[in-house]
């Protein structure tokens, strides 16, 4: 496959040009590794490899003689230094600090997790030097769809899309969730009981954009829902599953749901860790679809940067809406149907919100129509394939 085009490109390009650092994190094989190649730099550690990893764990130092040897070389500008994996080397950071706070360099740094980086009692990101993004597998912006189908059952990660025969993308979600989801993952969070997280992997996967209920979870598994918990936070630390927050603010409502939900990074993963099969149902693919909108929207505020959130809005007694973008609360709700032919019944819900949230102006039907429709006043029917008009 040739080079597709990230996003992200364009605003990692504009921070150096501020001079400041990247940390880039993102699951693996999203394509961090390709795009940092994308940039001309001076030095590059890979901690993946063993014997390198160990070298700089051993003596973390060499670093700093390394990059001080080329800027002295390097003058008239400041040296670009990739750093791959940086948290399985966390103590590297330290040296990084004091290189950046005395100008030394500027880094690349990128990571599979947020673990060690956020909890280990000696890292500090450097706030205000270190600028942070997120990697997503493939968006529509950046990698359009031809088949609805093929996307929702085998993602979007780069190295899938490549594969050309849909049995080999099976076998290779296949790996992808047995060597990584389960082994890695595992690993990082010194899992004691390795058959329970397996079941709750599963189940996770299974329910993945549904209201997360801990205590139902922790039945079906067999562990505290605190340990369910705690899995969740392993998930959503490795990158492999995020957070979505309901919108709880309501003049009117008072029982508005709190609990959060979470998405998979990716739905050919997803699917592979549900052990769901390729033959989905109409409701189960209803499902899907629901979740690759809310992907694609969460994909979207990644690239943007801060000011932007994806919410969901549920009354359990009443109506519900999938998606509710929140730009500094002003909000914009997203319903989403597996259908060709929208009915008013669909879009009651939507209006619903429009009528109690002042400041949301427009409303939008997510759907398979061929073209975008107007539905009532304020709400609009519009094809999947031009998301990129709402955001």
């Known amino acids: 496959m040739e080079y597709i085009q990230r996003l992200l490109e364009g605003r990692i390009r504009h921070t150096f040009e501020r001079g400041k650092s990247v940390l880039l994190l993102g699951a693996r094989q999203t394509g961090k590794t390709t795009l940092i190649r994308r940039f001309k730099h001076d030095l590059s550690v890979s901690f993946v490899q063993p014997d390198v990893r160990q070298r700089y764990e051993k003596s973390p130092h060499l670093l700093r003689g390394e ?3 080329l800027a002295s070389v390097k003058a008239s500008r400041r040296p670009l230094v990739i750093l791959d994996e940086v948290q ?3 103590v590297i950071l ?6 950046i706070d005395r100008g030394k360099a500027n880094f690349i740094l990128t990571g599979s997790s947020a673990r060690k980086l956020r909890r280990g009692a000696r890292i500090n990101l450097i706030p205000g030097r270190i600028v942070g993004f997120r990697m997503d597998p493939f968006s529509l912006q950046e990698f359009p769809a031809k088949d609805l189908s093929e996307r ?3 993602g979007s990660l780069p190295g899938i899309l490549s594969v050309g025969a849909l049995p080999d993308r099976e076998i290779d979600l296949e790996a992808y969730v047995t060597t990584y989801l389960e082994e890695e993952i595992r690993a990082e969070a010194v899992v004691r009981d390795l058959g329970n997280f397996a079941r709750f992997l599963e189940f996770a996967a299974s329910e993945s954009g549904g209201i997360i209920n801990l205590r139902k979870l922790s039945q079906e598994i067999g562990v505290s829902h605190t340990t369910i918990g705690a899995y969740y936070q392993i998930l959503e630390d490795c990158l492999i599953a995020e957070r979505v927050e309901p919108l709880t ?3 009117t409502r008072k029982k508005l749901t709190k609990s959060e939900k979470y998405l998979f990074f990716d739905l050919g993963v997803r699917r592979l860790a549900a052990r769901e099969g390729t033959k989905l149902s109409r409701d189960t693919l209803g499902m899907v679809f629901e979740q690759f909108i809310g992907l694609e929207l969460l994909r979207n505020t990644h690239i943007k940067g801060h000011g932007t959130k994806i919410r969901f809005w549920r009354d359990p007694d009443g109506p519900e809406v999938d998606w509710v973008i929140d730009t ?10 597996w259908t060709e032919n929208p009915a008013s019944s669909d879009i009651r819900h939507l209006e619903i919100f429009l009528s109690e949230y002042k400041s949301a102006k427009l409303g939008f039907l ?4 061929p073209r975008k429709a107007k539905l009532s006043e304020r709400v609009f029917a519009l094809p ?4 990129g008009e709402i955001l």
């Open 67 to 69: 990059v001080e040897s």
């Open 88 to 90: 399985k080397v966390p």
């Open 94 to 99: 330290d040296v990084v600090q004091d290189l």
């Open 152 to 154: 929702l059952l085998y």
């Open 249 to 251: 603010q309501s003049k």
């Open 328 to 337: 500094n609360d002003t909000y914009t709700p997203i319903e989403v149907k």
């Open 366 to 369: 997510i759907c398979r129509v």
């Open 384 to 387: 999947w394939q031009s998301i």
